[in-house]
């Protein structure tokens, strides 16, 4: 199984040598965090996994709630929790010790620890020493223990679709699973495949592509897509966007190691500006015609069979919109939170794409 | 000075905080290489530095020697050498435990060592203990301790040229030197940028690529050509090909980092496939459209100012080649060790990139 994430393995002690998934219940833990955008995991885990997720547990200064239980550690282990997920991020990834006491005392209670942060809850003596002593397990869910080879941009079986942005932070993720989603209603074979940290969480197994050496990324992909049956499709979690200044060789490297047949370009239309930089936000057109330009050199055949909107801020007519992306672009044009991702599958079954 | 290498930092010690450049003279250790390829660093010190290179190390088995006298460790502590240098580059960066005794006996010599590889002399308890002791520098030029921030895309002052190639190890570091050697003797303010470990050792500064977060490579490469006078012109060393399928994000984010002004393409015209993968060597045209097509996100005036061919295996009509290539693309065509670049650098200024 090449494409599970090996989780951190513990550089003092043994104790996560079997580790692979998260084993649920979930309780997730919001820490101090006060802004809704920062519980991207927890608010991930939720929406994608909610039988799972059964409460959340709040530092006293925690300025976001989200629909669960709000508890404490022993109600949470009263409930039956078995995995505390660490379900904020912060820039810098950064492993805070105002939340040590917290972590320490779910180790207390029996409860695995995952964190999908930069920093390794595995390099925190204290952590380590009490899940030695409770038998627990700590999933730093950003790393990888697996050797990553060098791309060889050899042909694999299987079909794969790679969902691609104008921006960071547009529906990537959200686009990808709603496909795989969509797709398993219909009875496709197929398997999402994560990216990043909240995507690996969610599906229990990926790579984190943002904590990889550049020339491994494309090796990483490869990896995290293996041949398979083929007619199984692949649907993987784009990251970043080709046209960003500061990260576009990560979503090139990506592209290239992913050879996917199939691209679906996603944009959210009010914004501006790339995320962290003065550039405007790329047209549509111009993020298709560099995907195409660039996936061609590992699959000749890619092509764009969708344009998925995140129309949550867009304040303006979406039907106008749509449309005229449609006409621009002869692919469909959906907000998967709205319309789900029905009208590409349908489109790829009425361009040869899909056979089943 | 934000673009100096800040030598690994030794994680149990201090002795090498003030560690920026490798003292000369240099004494180069071949080790046990048994092919000429494998010798890469020492033989650009040498060809680049010839006046700091007083003498070659080797190991009784090895396949290689080079234009120095050939002496032991005794020999070249009397001739004078300040720096050990590891010359040798193999895949995986290792430092081979068999060179140990080899490191351990110039460390005892008083020797500062210098070192490319992946692995680092700071992480091998006996040469830290014996440097501790000798007083000497362990100088591990492939990582850095700088803290890479993530590129803004912003413009910046002075100048800048990147060498790009059709593939790997094709003549970008060699053709960067030449620039760099031909603009300072008319007098043109210019400094070498150096993106690789050989890049690094020549130059005394630079981010090894290779060894960088993906995510952060673009950011490394505006930190390696920071704002300057405007007639400064930066010449940068490039990497890889951006029509590579193992690596090609880490050329697309150093051609993003780095907003150059002008590029020069480099080519092997007898290679066949690209290095490492079953894929044919992209022609000259496709690697200048391509680089000008992505290179215009952060400099919208990028021009491809040249073409460096590498003809030592060439067995045909070089003349005719470069006729070919010069009609085909409109720039000068040199090979830079027949010719020099200076015909490159009178196009630059025939087209207004230069004033002096």
């Known amino acids: 199984m090449p494409t599970r994430v090996k989780y951190s393995k513990n550089r003092n002690t043994s104790i996560v040598k079997d580790a692979r998934t998260m084993k649920p219940p979930f309780v997730l833990f919001l820490a ?17 996994r909610p039988e799972d997720c059964i409460a959340q547990v709040r530092m006293p200064d925690c300025g976001v709630s989200i629909e669960l239980p709000a508890v404490d550690l022993a109600e949470a ?17 950064i492993l805070n010790p105002r939340w040590h006491s917290y972590i320490l005392s779910a180790i207390n209670y029996r409860l695995d620890i995952a964190s999908g942060t930069h920093d390794r809850l595995s390099d925190v003596p ?28 050899l042909k694999r079986q299987g079909q794969r679709l790679l969902t691609i942005g104008t921006d960071c932070a547009c529906g990537k993720k959200f686009t990808a699973l709603a496909i795989t989603r969509d797709m398993k209603a219909r009875g496709i074979d197929c398997t999402f495949r994560g990216t990043g940290q909240t995507g690996i969480m969610i599906s229990g197994e990926g ?23 083929p007619n199984h499709w692949d649907v993987i979690e784009g990251q970043g966007s080709i046209l960003h200044p500061s990260h576009a060789g990560v979503p ?22 790339m995320l962290g930089v003065t550039y405007p ?3 549509v057109a111009a993020v ?31 039907f106008q919109l749509k449309q005229q992306l449609r006409k621009e672009h002869n692919v469909p044009v959906v907000d998967p939170v709205i319309d789900g991702t029905n009208e590409i599958i349908d489109y790829m079954h009425s361009i040869g794409l899909l056979t089943e």
Chains 1, 2 share one sequence.
């Open 288 to 318: 298709r015609e560099v995907t195409e330009r660039m996936g061609r050199l590992t699959n000749p055949n890619i092509r764009c069979v969708g344009i998925s909107l995140n129309t949550s801020a867009f304040q303006r007519d979406i």
């Open 281 to 283: 936000i790329p047209s």
């Open 252 to 273: 090139l490297s990506l592209l290239h190691g992913s050879q996917p047949d199939a691209f679906v370009l996603c944009h959210e239309p009010t914004r501006l500006h």
């Open 77 to 93: 282990a009263r409930l039956g929790a078995k995995t505390f997920v660490i379900g904020v991020t912060n820039s810098g990834g």
């Open 207 to 229: 790579f984190a592509l943002d904590t990889i050496i550049g020339d491994y990324i494309a090796g990483a992909a490869e990896l995290l897509s293996p041949s398979n049956k």
């Open 32 to 48: 101090d965090i006060q802004d809704t955008l920062a519980a991207k995991s927890a608010t991930g885990l939720l929406y994608w």
């Open 126 to 153: 204290e952590f380590v020493a009490a899940a030695n002593r409770t038998g627990v397990r700590l999933l730093d869910l950003r790393h990888t223990d697996t050797p990553i080879p060098k791309a060889t941009g």
